[in-house]
């Protein structure tokens, strides 16, 4: 009987290179989405007869009319895979893959935003899309009022876990997470919402929260789904996604965090009233 082979298989330059950018990070749906990036500029040399460690900054501006012209991305799209693109050949150079980045000097295109297009909801919808949640299931309840009352992002709220929504701090209960950039928060709950996430949680001692019909955790695209079906429930007929929901909170306090949402420990000293929405 052949003895396994455990010899290790050898990648290209280019691969290994790829290896190192990518794990930098920790965020599954980041490595994700740089990958694809890469892919796209990986299989756009190969169409060209170039290896994606000798390419000019000349090459790269071509890639980019190639996402524009031939695979129809918007600016905001291009803009975003060309800025990985940079973050790529900048750790290349780096690791000494290639001796200077072909991407400092790559024009990005312009992205304007225009934030008065952005629908979210006011008081009355987000009230009633809390009544039609807490009338639907366990998990729907403790999913809307997580992002409409703590102002989570949707991909915080699906990965809550049970066994971190009973801190305790300064004799206020709390959930404790980690958001987007490892960031750790340190969140005081609202006795309402602390109830939702009980229901949600029922016997249950750890593992997800929130989850789906079929017994598994939520994602967000099924965080999607049960957004515009409460709100097509409750006759609102904006265009909606799960960021509409904590819009209402960021506008009332003026600044990208919920009132209780900090790093600090001292924002514990009071959590929100429910009446503060």
């Not at 501006?61 to 940079?86: C, K, Q, V, W």
């Not at 209960?173 to 029922?202: F, H, N, Q």
């Amino acid at each position: 009987m052949n003895e396994p082979n455990h010899a290790p298989v050898p990648i290209s330059r280019a691969a290994a290179a790829v290896v190192g950018f990518l794990a930098r990070y920790s965020s599954k749906a980041t490595v994700a989405a740089y990958a694809l990036d890469l892919r796209l500029l990986f299989e756009w040399c190969v169409a060209q007869g170039v290896d994606p460690l000798d390419v000019t900054r000349t090459h790269l501006e071509l890639f980019a009319r190639h996402l524009e012209d031939d695979r129809g991305n918007g600016p905001s799209s291009i803009h975003r895979r060309l800025s990985t693109i940079r973050g790529f050949y900048r750790i290349a150079e780096i690791d000494d893959y290639v001796d200077k980045s072909p991407a400092t000097h790559l024009r990005l295109p312009r992205v304007y935003r225009d934030e008065t297009t952005t629908l979210g909801l006011d008081r009355v919808e987000l009230g009633a899309v809390i009544a039609a949640a807490r009338a639907s299931t366990p998990s729907d309840a403790a999913l809307i009022t997580m992002m409409g009352l703590l102002g989570l992002r949707v991909s915080e709220a699906c990965n809550v876990r049970i066994q971190d929504i009973h801190g305790l701090e300064r004799g206020h209960r709390t959930l404790v997470l980690v958001g987007k950039g490892r960031e750790p928060a340190t969140i005081p709950l609202p006795i309402s919402v602390a109830a939702d996430m009980d229901v949600a949680a029922g016997q249950r001692e750890s593992g997800p929260l929130l989850l789906r019909a079929d017994g598994k955790q939520m994602d967000r695209r099924s965080a999607a789904r049960v957004v515009v079906r409460l709100a097509k429930k409750v006759g609102i007929k904006k265009r909606l996604s799960p960021h509409s929901l904590p819009l209402l909170r960021h506008r009332l306090l003026g600044r990208r965090c919920s009132l209780a949402r900090c790093a600090d420990r001292r924002a514990t000293q009071r959590p929100p009233h429910d009446d503060e929405v």
